[in-house]
């Protein structure tokens, strides 16, 4: 009998130390992200997107089952902008803002693209808007599951005012 047990705590503890370090391990690649550009522009808006790269540093795959882009710009911060984000795969545009799902394998990456819109208020037009604009962040949420159980994580860039007046003025 004692063999027995032995035996099982043996293959028990083998079990667990092949399993152990066998996960998904997401990265957001934040110092190679794009800088931000213009993607579409008017007299009252324009659209900027950032390139962030997603590598699986892990050992099995993972999947990004839903991805945020939030700005956080409130109107008690800075009122003269509307801010919306979004968030698309690369080369996979979507008209509905709908996130699909991707696996990513082992040691591979994926490259997101974070889509921010600002909507000049207030009468204002998009140059004055620009004109007072402040820093901000802007957080890109990720949920992603694998081996561990599913999560949100927070990449987060800043867009400044600066780099904004430099685009638009």
Known sequence: MTVILLIVVAVAAGVCFYLRGREEKVVPKLESRTAFEIESRDEKSVTLSTTI?????GTQSAMIVDAICHPLLPFEQYD????????????????????????IEHQQ?????????????????????????????VELLYRE????????????????ADELKEKIL
């Open 53 to 57: 790269e997603f590598r699986n540093e």
């Open 80 to 103: 003269g902008m509307n801010v919306r984000g979004k968030v698309e795969r690369e080369g996979v545009p979507r008209e509905d803002d709908y996130f699909e799902a991707l696996v």
């Open 109 to 137: 990456s994926v490259r997101l693209v974070a889509k921010v819109t600002l909507t000049a208020r207030k009468g204002l037009t998009l140059q004055e808007a620009v004109a007072n604009m402040v820093d901000f962040p």
């Open 145 to 160: 599951v694998g081996r561990n159980p599913m999560h949100w994580s927070i990449a987060r860039v800043i867009l400044t």
